[in-house]
């Protein structure tokens, strides 16, 4: 059971948006700045946003991702196949004095 | 260009002993904290801990700690895993990567390796 809290599956149609949700506490999300990777089968993990709402050269405006309270989302608007993927929030957890991750969503592009 | 280049599958049986690598190039290698995560079959990504090449000061996850150690060798910039007496339940990829942030809180990794399959079984 992961620390962090994500829908394990959302689906949405080529070029619609979708939004992916990471639940925490005052002790990680709240707290702590918020990261989101993207990962393929088969590929290693790619960072996609850090420190909230920042995006790594390469990226895409397509996704953004935003923090209120002790909650993150992750955005994506046109959606394309190719987004079809494994999405995770990652941040600090000050009381564990460790890194957590959420459980994953797996993204469906219908 | 910043690579981080994981040693190959490794199939071993339980109770024996496994170390794998993780090279880092392109980046100043010490000055960087490097993560190792793990994913068991079907399973999410979990966060193991984390080194600084540095100095080998390291930060595990309460749920790895005392079952894996991480060391480094600064002088050959490479980070390693190691297991004293390996489990099935330890099969898994295992990726490391390279922990971008300034502090902890700001918490990311921003380079991964490829990952490293590791398979217990008798």
């Known amino acids: 059971q992961s620390v962090l809290t994500q829908p394990p599956s959302v689906s949405a149609a080529p070029g619609q948006k979708v939004t992916i949700s990471c639940s925490g506490s005052?002790?990680?999300?709240?707290?702590?700045?918020v990261s989101w990777y993207q990962h393929l089968p088969g590929t290693a993990p790619k960072l996609l946003i850090y420190?909230?709402?920042e995006r790594p050269s390469g990226i895409p405006d397509r996704f953004s991702g935003s923090k209120s309270g002790t909650s993150a989302t992750l955005g994506i608007t046109g959606l394309q196949t190719g987004d079809e993927a494994d999405y995770y929030c990652?941040?600090?957890?000050?009381?564990?004095?460790?890194?957590?991750f959420g459980g994953g969503t797996k993204l469906t592009v219908l | 260009e910043v690579q981080l280049v994981q040693s190959g599958a490794e199939v071993k049986k339980p109770g024996e002993s496994l170390k794998i690598s993780c090279k880092g190039s392109?980046?100043?290698?010490?000055?960087?904290?490097i993560g190792w995560v793990r994913q068991m079959p079907g399973k999410g990504l979990e966060w193991m801990g984390i080194?600084?090449?540095?100095?080998?000061?390291?930060r595990y996850s309460p749920s790895f700690q005392g079952q894996v150690t991480f060391s480094a060798d600064k002088s050959i910039s490479s980070a390693y895993l190691q297991w004293s007496s390996l489990k099935a339940s330890d099969t898994a990829m295992y990726y490391c990567?390279?922990?971008?942030?300034?502090?902890?809180?700001?918490?990311?990794?921003?380079?991964w390796g490829q990952g490293t399959l590791v398979t217990v079984s008798s």
């Open positions: 420190d909230n709402n």
């Open positions: 005052s002790s990680n999300v709240g707290n702590n700045y």
């Open positions: 392109g980046y100043g290698f010490s000055s960087y904290w």
């Open positions: 990567a390279r922990f971008g942030g300034s502090t902890f809180s700001h918490h990311y990794f921003d380079y």
């Open positions: 080194i600084y090449p540095g100095d080998s000061n390291t």
């Open positions: 990652g941040t600090w957890d000050s009381s564990l004095g460790a890194g957590v």
